[in-house]
């Protein structure tokens, strides 16, 4: 996870625990976790057996990518609207954290590649933005995700390094993500333009996500689709 300036932990950022479309479970004192439960169901009835849920440890001692974070709530939610698109695809989530975007991915039938800063230790494929790291030249993703990867501005420019650098390897991909609006779209379109991208949906995320998950996540968070600018559809 990265440490640079303006990473400080931010509470606001964090997903609440009181979500309907979710559930939290009481932090164990030993191990400083608790285990968030989301629930993805037509309409937010999860009494209708259509649907899942999926259960991620959260540790909350860690600063950055060891809790769900609002805007992955919101990614995951995209997906599971959007499986159709998704399945029997090759899907990589970038800066994936707990990975609950990735986690839907794959249940909706795609082929997933969780990936994270080659400096943390987590159990995911180490994949530094900005970094030539060799595993980077074995992935041909359809799509590419990242929830919340959009927030240091210092790391702009790696992360659509790498992006792009993968969508050019598989023509046609499609990178998803959701960011909190104040990272500056203005920034975020200049960045799409001097790395030959496009984006082809602008969305608010809580468009997208049932009231029940809506009513408790914080902030402005939205949700873009970006190709490369010479995408065939
Ligand atoms: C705010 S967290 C979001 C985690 C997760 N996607 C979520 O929304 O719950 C940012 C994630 O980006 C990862 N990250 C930060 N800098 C990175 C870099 N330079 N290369 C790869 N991953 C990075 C962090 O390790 C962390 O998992």
């Given at each position: 996870m990265a440490n640079g300036e303006g990473d400080q932990y931010d509470s606001s950022r964090i997903a609440s625990s009181t979500i309907a479309g979710s559930a939290t479970s009481a932090v164990s004192d030993e191990t400083m976790t608790r285990i968030s439960r989301h629930y993805?169901?037509?309409?937010?009835?999860?009494?209708?057996?259509?649907?899942?849920?999926?259960?991620?440890i959260e540790n909350i001692q860690e600063e950055y990518g060891m809790f769900?974070?609002?805007?992955?709530?919101?990614l995951a939610e995209y997906v599971?609207?959007?499986?159709?698109?998704f399945s029997s695809k090759s899907v990589v989530e970038l800066g994936a954290g707990t990975s609950l975007p990735g986690l839907v991915a794959a249940k909706v039938g795609a082929n997933v590649t969780l990936t994270?800063?080659?400096k943390n230790p987590e159990q995911v494929l180490g994949l530094t933005w900005g970094e030539?790291?060799?595993p980077l030249f074995s992935l041909s993703p359809d799509f590419l995700l990242g929830a919340d990867v959009l927030y240091d501005n210092s790391d702009f420019d790696d992360l659509f390094a790498t992006a792009t650098f993968l969508m050019k390897n598989c023509?046609?991909?499609?990178f998803i993500t959701a960011y909190h609006a104040r990272s500056g779209?203005?920034?975020?379109?200049?960045?799409?333009?001097?790395?030959?991208?496009?984006?082809?949906r602008l969305l608010d995320a809580f468009s997208t996500v049932p009231p029940t998950k809506a009513s408790n996540?914080?902030?402005?968070?939205?949700?873009?689709?970006?190709?490369?600018?010479d995408h065939i559809t």
């Open positions: 993805f169901t037509n309409d937010n009835d999860r009494s209708s057996g259509d649907g899942f849920s999926v259960d991620i769900v974070w609002p805007c992955a709530i919101a599971w609207q959007q499986r159709s698109r994270d800063d080659s030539w790291d060799p023509p046609g991909c499609v779209h203005h920034l975020i379109e200049y960045l799409m333009s001097k790395w030959g991208c496009k984006c082809t996540l914080h902030g402005s968070i939205q949700l873009a689709e970006i190709v490369l600018n």
